[in-house]
T-cell receptor, first 109, second 114 residues
Framework: RKEVEQDPGPFNVPEGATVAFNCTYS??????FFWYRQDCRKEPKLLMS???SGNEDGRFTAQLNRASQYISLLIRDSKLSDSATYLC??????????FGAGTRLFVKA | DAMVIQNPRYQVTQFGKPVTLSCSQT?????MYWYQQKSSQAPKLLFH???????NEADTPDNFQSRRPNTSFCFLDIRSPGLGDAAMYLC?????????????FGPGTRLTVL
């Protein structure tokens, strides 16, 4: 079993749609969780951290369920510019980060 | 302004010919990381430096080495590149442990092995 697993997609959605991604992790001792965005052939960039209480940043909402060991990302009112790969990232402590392989999102006009 | 710089952006080498990739940072961060990312796969941590302390991941092949001569620079040396080493190599930095510090990534070096 992979340490961090994501549905690879792709998710094809129209502009304005709401789309949700899930991610599961295997290490129950994982401490911190993040969503990164990666555009084609570019470096990953931090989208948002994920807190136990859930957190929101504009159109983006992240949730963490420690009991079930999964993380989610909800994107509301999708924009064309949201098209990218979304990487789930888990920090297992110290300096070790495990990336998921990413979920590809295509937003169409 | 670029904060994590990688050179070159594209590197072509021959099978077995040593190659060095460079990373520099203007953030004065303590930690520098090297990741390998193959097409449609997750970035995979190879190793990191906390200041001068080198930390190798258990499954990183011996073919991969790293040097950090000072705070600003970190190098990835591939001693004998194989076809399977063709990938994007990403350098990242963080002030301290990732739990409370954002990682900043450079633009990557795309390595082709002929």
């Amino acid at each position: 079993r992979k340490e961090v697993e994501q549905d690879p997609g792709p998710f094809n959605v129209p502009e304005g749609a709401t789309v949700a991604f899930n991610c599961t992790y295997s290490n129950s001792a994982s401490q911190s969780f993040f969503w990164y965005r990666q555009d084609c052939r570019k470096e990953p960039k931090l989208l948002m951290s994920v807190y136990s209480s859930g957190n929101e940043d504009g159109r983006f909402t992240a949730q963490l369920n420690r009991a079930s060991q999964y993380i989610s990302l909800l994107i509301r009112d999708s924009k064309l510019s949201d098209s990218a790969t979304y990487l789930c990232v888990v920090d297992t402590g110290g300096f070790k980060t495990i990336f998921g392989a990413g979920t590809r999102l295509f937003v169409k006009a | 302004d670029a904060m994590v710089i990688q050179n070159p952006r594209y590197q072509v080498t021959q099978f077995g010919k040593p190659v060095t990739l460079s990373c520099s940072q203007t953030l004065n961060h303590n930690v520098m990381y090297w990741y390998q990312q193959k097409s449609s796969q997750a970035p995979k941590l190879l190793f990191h430096y906390y200041d001068k302390d080198f930390n190798n991941e258990a499954d990183t092949p011996d073919n991969f080495q790293s040097r950090r001569p000072n705070t600003s620079f970190c190098f990835l040396d591939i001693r004998s590149p194989g076809l399977g080493d063709a990938a994007m190599y990403l350098c990242a930095t963080s002030r301290d442990a990732v739990a409370v510090n954002t990682q900043y990534f450079g633009p990557g070096t795309r390595l082709t092995v002929l």
